[in-house]
């Protein structure tokens, strides 16, 4: 467990992450955007799917992932049809994560309130980008109109639909 909040780690590794990120600001810059990566390997991963275009294609249908795993996840939960049942409800997740965060929330009830509203998360990241975008008021303009986006993906989605007219079917 860290000793300054109440993160758990499975690693040590990992921990040690953790408090380098979130509690001593270590962060590795892009220099192309505002990202912040928490660890050197993701910086990479994001110049390669952000700036570079570079995608993993899915050879079943039309999907492109942005990382290896993204990509074996969506094969498995997909077209190998693998899930994760809950064994209190019908719920079945795609990532063991998912199925972990789902018996968290719903059926013990753990819940990230917000300290300035009564918004609850189900996760503490869901928390964090609830401040920021509520309370803090972090916004993505858009560089070719007056938009601003909620977040980094919304903006993404706004430019290409918008602005570059890729029409996104249901």
């Not at 990382?67 to 074996?72: D, E, F, G, T």
Request: aromatic content about 8%; glycine content about 6%; hydrophobic content about 25%.
């Amino acid at each position: 467990p860290c000793d300054q909040c109440d993160y758990k780690a499975t690693k040590k590794v990992h921990l040690t992450r953790h408090i380098k990120s979130i509690h001593q600001g270590v962060k590795f810059p892009c220099e192309q955007c505002d990202y912040k990566a928490t660890r050197s390997g993701d910086l990479l991963q994001h110049i390669k799917s952000k700036h570079e275009g570079v995608r993993f294609p899915c050879d079943q249908c039309d999907y492109k992932a942005t990382v290896k795993k993204s990509l074996l996840r969506h094969i498995k939960s997909i077209h190998e049809g693998v899930k994760f049942p809950c064994d209190k409800c019908d719920y079945k997740a795609t990532t063991k994560g998912n199925l972990s965060t789902h018996i968290k929330s719903i059926h013990m009830g753990v819940k990230f309130p917000c300290d300035q509203c009564d918004y609850k998360a189900t996760q503490r990241k869901s928390l964090l980008t609830h401040i920021k975008l509520i309370h803090v008021g972090v916004k993505f303009p858009c560089n070719h109109c007056n938009y601003k986006a909620t977040g980094r993906g919304n903006l993404t989605t706004h430019i290409k639909s918008i602005h570059e007219g890729v029409k996104f079917s249901c």
